[in-house]
């Protein structure tokens, strides 16, 4: 009783669902890299334009 426990989830890039290795629980990364990052961006993108479209 009393210990703080924080677990930290090994959370994979969204992208290519590499592990990453989380140092800040604060902002927890989601991604490899900003070209990761661009391309999820990308197609969440392209998906909204086809629902709008569609
Ligand atoms: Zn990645």
């Keep these: ?3 703080i426990e924080i677990e930290f989830d090994p959370l994979p890039c969204k992208w290519c669902r590499r592990p990453l290795e989380q140092r800040r629980w ?3 990364k989601r991604f490899c890299g900003h ?3 661009a391309k999820y961006r ?3 993108v ?3 334009f086809a629902q709008l479209l569609g």
């Design 1 to 3: 009783m009393g210990a």
């Design 26 to 28: 604060w902002t927890p």
């Design 35 to 37: 070209g990761h990052r």
């Design 42 to 44: 990308a197609t969440q």
């Design 46 to 48: 392209l998906a909204l």
